[in-house]
């Protein structure tokens, strides 16, 4: 194995009201292990810390958003700054970080596609859609009473408040150590987003 990545792909587990939430301890005890092994000499690693995948927080109702009943259940105004990176940008800062084996080994690696709030991304699948989404706003004990997951409460909470944004705390993107990543727009991944779940309803009706 020439380099190990972790399932990071996520928020910035550096900042203390980001790794004090319980559904990340596992990522953490894990990131923590591989650091120790390459101190070791047992191994290569690179932690890519991406924010929120965009096409998630989309296709699925995992942060609360459901695409083809039109609504969204949000925690907060909806109006807090997150990261995202699309799931294609996610690869192609992979394979860019593996052409540079020298400058990323052992290292903890910041990309991302863009930051935006939850209710530019309700506005932009309005748009394209024609149609307009309910939104219901809920205080996380309400949506834990309607049968939501704790951790996925806890994960709603913290990309809806503010504590998503990777940057937070001083920590530089690495954006510009790859050029050749051109990052997709938020436009551009709700247009393909609405293309795709439009085609996958067609195929069901």
Not at 66 to 81: A, C, P, S, V
Not at 117 to 125: A, G, R, T, V
């Amino acid at each position: 194995m020439k380099r190990f990545f972790p399932s990071e792909f996520g928020s910035n587990t550096n900042l203390p009201d980001v790794a004090s939430i319980p559904y990340l301890q596992p990522k953490i005890k894990f990131a923590h292990y591989v650091e120790e092994k390459a101190k070791e000499g047992l191994i290569e690693y690179t932690l890519v810390n991406t924010g929120g995948l965009i096409e998630y927080a989309i296709k699925t109702e995992f942060y609360g958003i459901n695409f083809y009943e039109r609504t969204f259940h949000r925690i907060g105004d909806g109006k807090k700054l997150n990261t995202f990176a699309s799931l294609p940008d996610t690869g192609k800062y992979v394979v860019a970080i593996l052409k540079r084996p020298e400058l990323t080994k052992n290292a903890d690696i910041f990309v991302s596609s863009f930051d935006s709030d939850y209710m530019s991304i309700i506005d932009l699948l309005e748009t394209e859609t024609g149609e307009k989404f309910t939104i219901y706003e809920e205080t996380p004990e309400e949506q834990v009473t309607m049968g939501v997951p704790k951790f996925l409460v806890d994960m709603r909470a913290m990309l809806l408040d503010g504590r998503g944004v990777l940057t937070r705390g001083g920590t530089k993107l690495w954006n510009d150590e790859f050029p050749e990543v051109k990052p997709m727009t938020l436009e551009e991944v709700v247009k393909q987003c609405v293309k795709e779940l439009s085609q996958s309803l067609s195929r069901q009706s």
